[in-house]
């Protein structure tokens, strides 16, 4: 089946749609940390950040395309209610648009990267992390929603867990289930010592 474009006007763009678990505003406020955002792209490793003023530079390394050095590039973004632009202003992609879209269950965001229509050799520069950038997306979304009701995980997913590169992420969440079983046995230990 064929899904008809957030934005048929553009000729040259690939999106993806996630369900967010959240309703619409609070997913607007969410998608205006857009460094947040990229950070959670999981092929995105992100040198550096600095934000000022509706404009971002950055460097930063898209692992999902051919390109094998990190990239300098300046980000123009712009806001709406219900839609985001960036604009990059290197490279064949010329923006990635965050599209907030209400639906029965809460808000969909919808990320679209819109490409240049006259590209020489698209094939190497084309970002192919759209689809898993998606289902890191939801995962985050689907974590979210229960662990934003303690204030300390907030905070810990915000200036903690965001920050981390893709594979720190990895590895943390992996010695953290490591550490809640390792307890778990212990306590079954001490309980059985204790019976005994």
């Known amino acids: 089946m064929q899904v008809a474009s957030p934005k048929p006007e553009f000729s040259n763009a690939a999106w993806v ?3 967010a678990y959240v309703d619409a505003n609070a997913l607007s406020n969410f998608c205006l940390n857009v460094e947040k ?3 959670l792209n999981p092929y995105l490793r992100i040198a550096q950040w600095r934000t000022a003023d ?4 950055v460097c930063w390394q898209n692992h999902s395309t051919e390109i094998a050095h990190q990239v300098n590039t300046h980000l123009t973004i712009e806001s709406s209610e219900k839609e985001i632009c960036i604009r990059y202003q290197t490279g064949i992609k010329v923006a ?3 599209i907030i879209e209400d639906t029965n269950a809460g808000a969909n965001l919808v990320i679209l990267d819109r490409y240049a229509d006259d590209v ?3 094939e190497s520069q084309v970002d192919k992390s759209i689809h898993a950038w998606g289902e890191t997306l939801n995962r985050f979304f689907r974590h979210y929603k229960y662990l934003r009701h303690f204030p300390f995980m907030e ?3 915000n200036h903690f867990w965001v920050k981390l590169s893709p594979m720190a992420r990895r590895v943390t969440y992996i010695l953290f289930v ?3 079983v390792e307890i778990m046995v212990l306590l079954l230990l001490v309980l059985v010592m204790l019976v005994n």
């Open 178 to 180: 490591v550490t809640v």
């Open 96 to 98: 990635t648009y965050f």
């Open 120 to 122: 020489d050799d698209p």
């Open 17 to 19: 749609r996630i369900p």
């Open 37 to 39: 955002v990229f950070r």
């Open 155 to 157: 905070k810990i997913i």
């Open 54 to 57: 509706g404009h971002a530079d």
